[in-house]
Every structure is written in structure tokens, then in C-alpha cells.
């Protein structure tokens, strides 16, 4: 069944004026021209007015729709067509329905056009035979559309497509990619790092959603960009690149890139095809296709494409399926037994990849990389991808599963640079993505885990994942198998909890021995006439920093601003945290907090600024809010002399 509409917006053109009438149709018949043989040429808009609008009723009488005459807009929807019915000067959206090759719909008469919708039968009768014909070019084309063949559709199932292309038409979407600061930066990064490689240069984008890699584009220096993008996203881009006037170097194409024509060869391809485990969503596949349209020895950004696949141990992860699964096992649900179905709930669930951060210290080996040139590699070499094991273990526990995350390369001729989604580096909108076992392995130290990942392409648009893992010398076997059209999405946007034993030292003594540092280096004082051995001053500021907080105008060592801290934990000294400072910074972009003062992030009374991650906000959102709207412990007013009589007290 159909979604809700996308209402794909357009920019209003003036029709008052016959010239720009006659210039509308006079492009409309020559893109019909081009588009004779099925493929897709630039974004097309047929736009008509002065339109009559009759409903058909069941016995074929006529009755007005709309009390006056309406305009009539034929846009691209990758289905086909769409028609926008709009009213006034504001073009006030009266309707909108879709146009594939499956609709019924014929011409009635020299000005007459009629279609049998879901609900209704709709006559549009045009102000002249001109605008018929005119639409009726549009309809004809699609309707002709049937027979195209491509690469696209042999392998894509025509519901999982029609889903696929209406999510990234959405203005949403396209906005939780783009405010991924870590990878909108490192792709303008990439592009301005290596401004050779663009200069004066044919570029297309493959996949170009909002259009915000062609303006890249156009600041490195390029002097032709073809923006592709297959969903109604194309009309949005069409009006960014018209306001921010660049008609004339940025040309969106509407379509698939397995069924247009280009123009001319392309100096560099450039797209954001990573899903999921980097493969899912198959976009790769599309990538690579687009190599038909590039000149020996040309540049592709990405370019280099590498999958990490390591052992984990998260028990509360694991208890917390085997849980859910459990409500099916109840033997008196309002007096129903449900037990029959906890063996298809188990399967189900496990089938599951979970999609969400984690702490590094859960992987138990290093990680097993497998990786993918994009120039050298061909579409069908990622029908079946097959990655083998070899780890050997550095920790004892039990394997609950795989661990995934892909690192990609924009190798340029100046510069390399790299776009990271591991669980070391600030959190992506790719996020990592765990693979549980149905049956957990214990191994030891030392032993050697062997097996294989095997990715199964499938037409629905993703992947189904193999995974076999046994423990060398023991006969210890365990395998799953997930799909990853449907995983479940963990993460709730707190700081991802340590595994349980890290501790070495007894955290409590820790707290303690930081307030007794600091209390030997103030002066002896009194609180309401009682010694406190110097502790007076004793502040809690120091021993406790909250690591979800995003500070602006603070140059904060441990977070990238924008993002999330993936490992939720600070830089310390003795060089534990799983990430330096340099790693941090491997979203390529120039951060805000490069160009003020380094100060110590804290959080307290004596806070001025500080900014907040909102719950209901994207990955990259964050606002300012000032201290007197936060409401903190005041440990100066409140409790201070309960704090300090517990010092002393243990001091004593």
C-alpha cells in the first residue's frame, strides 16, 4: 500500500506572460524528444493554467470539482509523474496524485484528459489543445516506461524502491545527514584538501539528495556538476541551486543513473553511498556503476572503502533479547498461552542487527578488515561478499556476537582523508551495528576464533548476513543468520556504559582522594565555627565532569563539536582512553573551537554558557541555554556543611 504523499515543492512560475508559456512547452517537447527512449533527462516541471476541473460521478455525469479554473503542474516523482493541482497567486495545493506506468488514464477530446483514480474518476479539461498535448507528452512517456529494462530494477524489488526513494525525499531526512557534522565536514574537507582534482573539472554526483556535495563542488573549483538523484528530493535541489544562482554549473538530473544519459564523460565521481555495515541500501552497487561515465584515470571520493568486523562481549545486551523474547513464553496471558510462539520470537529477534554505540573495551580482538576499492571493483563483485575470520582473543568471556564499523578513504591527489564511523571517533548517523548470536561462545586468552561473514544481496535493496564463528582445537561452533533490511535501533543517546570488571582501582577511593588533593592545597578555614583540617573550599566540580555536554566557545579536548562522544569517557594522563585527541579530530572539519581560548570545560555555579544536547534534537544539533534558566545543585547554600562534615569525618 501506498504511503502518505510527499508534497515535493516547486518554485511558481510567471504564466501571465505567453513567451514564458511557449518556453515552458518548447522545453517540454524537446526534453520528450531526448527522453524517447526511456531515460531520464533534467528535472521537468510542465506547468499549465487555466484548467478545469470535473469529477466523473458512477453513471458518467459530470459535477464541478472546483469552483474555478486551477493550474496544473506535471512533476517527477521516480514512479513516473506526479500531478500537483494548485489554485491562486500562493498556489494553494488542492490535490496531488501519482502517475505510473499502471494508471488508467486516457485524452478525451482535443482538450479533454481523463484519469480513474483510487477513490475518484477526475476530468481536467485545458484552456487550449497546446496544454493538452503538452501534458499529455508527460503521460505518454510514462506510460511508455513499462518496457525500460535496467540494471536498477532487475535488482531491486518495485515496493522496497518505491519505500527507499519516498524516505529520501523528505526534507527530514536530507537534514539528519547534512547536520552529521562529522561527515557533511569531512566531505567539504576532502573536496577543498584536493581542489586539483576539481579545478576546471566535469563532476558528477551520484545520489545527490539536497545537492550539498555539488556545491562542494562548485567551492573546489568545478566547472560542470550533474547532480543525479532519483527521488523528489530532485526538485528541492533544482531550487537551492536556482536561489543560490548556479543554473548554470549545477545541472539536477532527475532519474536513476542506470536509466539517463549524460551529456559527456566526467573528470570525478562523487557520492555518499554508505549504508548501514557500509553495504546496506546497496547505493554502493549504483557507485560503481556510474563508472561508464568516467574518463580513464579519473577520481572517484570516496575512494577506498574499508568494513571492520570484530568479537564482543555485552552480556546485558543479550539478556536484555533473550527478555523480550521471553513475554512469549507466558502460559496465561489474559488467559491465552503464548509458549508456542517463543521459539519463532527467539528467531525472529536474533535475526536482528542491532543498531546503536558501544564501548571499544567490549571488542575482544582486533579487528578483521576487509576492504573494497571502488575504482577497481565491479558492481557484481557485491551480489556476494564473503569476509573470513581470524581473531585471536586478548581477553577471556563469552562472544555474544560481531561488531561492525567502516572507515572510508577520499584519496586525492594531494591529500588523503578519512571518514571514520568507529566506536573510537565521534558518533556518526551511521552509528555501529552489532550482530548477536542465538548461542554465545566462551573463549580464553590466546585462543584463536576462526569463521566467515557471508553478505547475501537481496532485491530488497540490503543485505542478508552469514555469520560462523568457532573456537580452533575445541569443536566450540555457533552461527546466525540476520537480516539487515530490519534492524532494531538501541541507541537512546546516553553515553554508552564501560564493561562491567574495567575498574583496576575502587572508584570510591578515587572520589575521595581527589577531594583530600584538593583539600591539602587550601588554606585552613571554618565553617559555622567548626574545623574542617582545610576542607572548607571543597568543591565537587573537579571530580565530576558530565560527558554529554556540549560546550561552545570551549576548545574541549576529548568531544567534537557537533557530534556525540562515542566513547563517554575524558582524556586522561595515563593514556587510557581508547581515543587521542588527534583521533577526535579525524572529521577533517574545521572545528568552531579552534578559534577561541583553550579552557577546562565545567559545569557550575560559576558557569556563563554552556550547551546541551536536546533528547529530541539530530546528531549534530546542540543550543545554548544560560546558567540562571539551569537549575543546579548550589553546594555553597545547600548541603555544603553535610558535604564537609563527611569529609572531615572520614579524614578523622
Known amino acids: 500500500?501506498?504511503?502518505?504523499?510527499?508534497?515535493?515543492?516547486?518554485?511558481?512560475?510567471?504564466?501571465?506572460?505567453?513567451?514564458?508559456?511557449?518556453?515552458?512547452?518548447?522545453?517540454?517537447?524537446?526534453?520528450?524528444?531526448?527522453?524517447?527512449?526511456?531515460?531520464?533527462?533534467?528535472?521537468?516541471?510542465?506547468?499549465?493554467?487555466?484548467?478545469?476541473?470535473?469529477?466523473?460521478?458512477?453513471?458518467?455525469?459530470?459535477?464541478?470539482?472546483?469552483?474555478?479554473?486551477?493550474?496544473?503542474?506535471?512533476?517527477?516523482?521516480?514512479?513516473?509523474?506526479?500531478i500537483r493541482?494548485?489554485?491562486?497567486?500562493?498556489?494553494?495545493?488542492?490535490?496531488?496524485?501519482?502517475?505510473?506506468?499502471?494508471?488508467?488514464?486516457c485524452r478525451m477530446g482535443d482538450r479533454g484528459y481523463l484519469f480513474r483514480l483510487d477513490i475518484d474518476t477526475i476530468?481536467?479539461?485545458?484552456?487550449?489543445?497546446?496544454?493538452?498535448?503538452?501534458?499529455?507528452?508527460?503521460?505518454?512517456?510514462?506510460?511508455?516506461?513499462?518496457?525500460?529494462?535496467?540494471?536498477?530494477?532487475?535488482?531491486?524489488?518495485?515496493?522496497?524502491?518505491?519505500?527507499?526513494?519516498?524516505?529520501?525525499?523528505?526534507?527530514?531526512?536530507?537534514?539528519?545527514?547534512?547536520?552529521?557534522?562529522?561527515?557533511?565536514?569531512?566531505?567539504?574537507?576532502?573536496?577543498?584538501?584536493?581542489?586539483?582534482?576539481?579545478?576546471?573539472?566535469?563532476?558528477?554526483?551520484?545520489?545527490?539528495?539536497?545537492?550539498?556535495?555539488?556545491?562542494?563542488?562548485?567551492?573546489?573549483?568545478?566547472?560542470?556538476?550533474?547532480?543525479?538523484?532519483?527521488?523528489?528530493?530532485a526538485q528541492h535541489a533544482k531550487m537551492v541551486v536556482e536561489a543560490n544562482k548556479l543554473s548554470e554549473v549545477i545541472e539536477v538530473r532527475a532519474g536513476k543513473i542506470e536509466e539517463l544519459d549524460i551529456p559527456e564523460q566526467v573528470d570525478v565521481i562523487i557520492s555518499e553511498p554508505m549504508g548501514y555495515m557500509l553495504y546496506n541500501?546497496?547505493?554502493?552497487?549504483?557507485?560503481?556503476?556510474?563508472?561508464?561515465?568516467?574518463?580513464?584515470?579519473?577520481?572517484?571520493?570516496?575512494?577506498?572503502?574499508?568494513?571492520?568486523?570484530?568479537p564482543f562481549t555485552d552480556d546485558a545486551l543479550y539478556m536484555e533479547h533473550f527478555a523480550k523474547a521471553n513475554f512469549w513464553y507466558q502460559q496465561n496471558f489474559h488467559g491465552v498461552d503464548l509458549s508456542s510462539l517463543r521459539k519463532a520470537a527467539m528467531k525472529e529477534y536474533y535475526?536482528?542487527?542491532?543498531?546503536?554505540?558501544?564501548?571499544?573495551?567490549?571488542?575482544?580482538?582486533?579487528?578483521?578488515?576487509?576492504?573494497?576499492?571502488?575504482?577497481?571493483?565491479?558492481?557484481?563483485?557485491?551480489?556476494?561478499?564473503?569476509?573470513?575470520l581470524e581473531f585471536h582473543l586478548l581477553q577471556s568471556g563469552t562472544v555474544h556476537g560481531l561488531a561492525f564499523w567502516f572507515d572510508v578513504a577520499f584519496g586525492g591527489s594531494q591529500q588523503t582523508v578519512w571518514l571514520s564511523t568507529a566506536p573510537t571517533e565521534p558518533l556518526t548517523h551511521w552509528y555501529q551495528v552489532r550482530c548477536l548470536l542465538e548461542t554465545p561462545i566462551f573463549v580464553k586468552q590466546g585462543q584463536l576464533l576462526t569463521g566467515r561473514v557471508l553478505l547475501l544481496a537481496n532485491k530488497r535493496q540490503s543485505y542478508d548476513v552469514v555469520i560462523e564463528l568457532c573456537v580452533e582445537g575445541t569443536g566450540t561452533r555457533s552461527a546466525n543468520t540476520l537480516d539487515l533490511k530490519n534492524p532494531f535501533f538501541r541507541y537512546t543517546g546516553q553515553s554508552p556504559q564501560p564493561p562491567v570488571g574495567s575498574n583496576t582501582t575502587s572508584p570510591s577511593e578515587n572520589i575521595w582522594a581527589q577531594l583530600d588533593a584538593?583539600?591539602?592545597?587550601?588554606?585552613?578555614?571554618m565553617v559555622n565555627g567548626i574545623m574542617v583540617n582545610g576542607l572548607g573550599d571543597v568543591s565537587m566540580e573537579t571530580t565530576h565532569q558530565p560527558n554529554s555536554l556540549i560546550n561552545i566557545g570551549n576548545n574541549t579536548a576529548y568531544l567534537h563539536?557537533?557530534?556525540?562522544?562515542?566513547?563517554?569517557?575524558?582524556?586522561?594522563?595515563?593514556?587510557?582512553?581508547?581515543?587521542?585527541?588527534?583521533?577526535?579530530?579525524?572529521?577533517?572539519?574545521?572545528?568552531?573551537?579552534?578559534?577561541?581560548?583553550?579552557?577546562?570545560?565545567?559545569?557550575?555555579?560559576?558557569?556563563?554558557?554552556?550547551?546541551?544536547?536536546?533528547?529530541?534534537?539530530?546528531?549534530?544539533?546542540?543550543?545554548?541555554?544560560?546558567?540562571?534558566?539551569?537549575?543546579?545543585?548550589?553546594?555553597?547554600?545547600?548541603?555544603?556543611?553535610?558535604?564537609?562534615q563527611l569529609v572531615s569525618g572520614y579524614r578523622q
Open 123 to 233: 476530468l481536467f479539461v485545458f484552456r487550449d489543445e497546446k496544454d493538452a498535448r503538452a501534458v499529455h507528452n508527460r503521460i505518454a512517456r510514462v506510460k511508455s516506461n513499462k518496457e525500460t529494462i535496467s540494471v536498477f530494477r532487475e535488482r531491486t524489488d518495485e515496493s522496497s524502491a518505491s519505500q527507499y526513494f519516498q524516505f529520501y525525499g523528505y526534507l527530514s531526512q536530507q537534514q539528519n545527514m547534512m547536520q552529521d557534522y562529522v561527515r557533511t565536514s569531512t566531505y567539504q574537507r576532502a573536496f577543498l584538501a584536493n581542489d586539483v582534482d576539481f579545478k576546471d573539472k566535469i563532476v558528477l554526483d551520484v545520489g545527490a539528495g539536497s545537492g550539498i556535495l555539488s556545491f562542494f563542488a562548485v567551492q573546489a573549483g568545478a566547472k560542470k556538476v550533474y547532480a543525479v538523484e532519483a527521488s523528489s528530493m
Open 85 to 105: 493541482v494548485t489554485r491562486g497567486p500562493e498556489q494553494t495545493e488542492l490535490v496531488e496524485f501519482p502517475v505510473t506506468f499502471t494508471t488508467e488514464c
Open 281 to 310: 541500501e546497496r547505493m554502493l552497487e549504483t557507485y560503481l556503476h556510474a563508472k561508464k561515465w568516467l574518463k580513464p584515470g579519473g577520481h572517484m571520493y570516496p575512494s577506498r572503502g574499508d568494513l571492520h568486523v570484530a
Open 518 to 525: 584538593q583539600g591539602a592545597r587550601q588554606a585552613v578555614n
Open 1 to 82: 500500500m501506498r504511503g502518505p504523499r510527499h508534497n515535493a515543492g516547486f518554485r511558481a512560475e510567471q504564466r501571465s506572460s505567453p513567451s514564458t508559456t511557449e518556453k515552458t512547452h518548447s522545453n517540454e517537447r524537446s526534453a520528450a524528444m531526448e527522453g524517447c527512449e526511456g531515460k531520464t533527462a533534467a528535472v521537468e516541471t510542465t506547468l499549465v493554467s487555466g484548467v478545469t476541473v470535473q469529477e466523473v460521478g458512477p453513471n458518467g455525469n459530470l459535477m464541478p470539482k472546483f469552483n474555478t479554473p486551477v493550474d496544473v503542474a506535471v512533476l517527477y516523482d521516480p514512479e513516473g509523474a506526479s
Open 351 to 388: 535475526r536482528q542487527p542491532i543498531v546503536d554505540t558501544f564501548d571499544f573495551r567490549i571488542c575482544m580482538a582486533k579487528s578483521v578488515r576487509h576492504i573494497l576499492d571502488f575504482k577497481t571493483a565491479h558492481e557484481k563483485d557485491l551480489h556476494k561478499i564473503e569476509v573470513p
Open 561 to 644: 563539536p557537533g557530534s556525540i562522544p562515542s566513547t563517554g569517557r575524558q582524556r586522561v594522563s595515563q593514556g587510557t582512553a581508547t581515543s587521542t585527541h588527534q583521533s577526535q579530530l579525524i572529521g577533517g572539519g574545521i572545528a568552531p573551537t579552534l578559534f577561541t581560548t583553550s579552557q577546562t570545560p565545567t559545569i557550575g555555579m560559576g558557569s556563563t554558557a554552556a550547551g546541551y544536547p536536546m533528547p529530541n534534537m539530530l546528531i549534530g544539533d546542540y543550543t545554548t541555554h544560560q546558567a540562571a534558566n539551569v537549575l543546579l545543585p548550589d553546594f555553597a547554600a545547600v548541603g555544603q556543611n553535610n558535604l564537609q
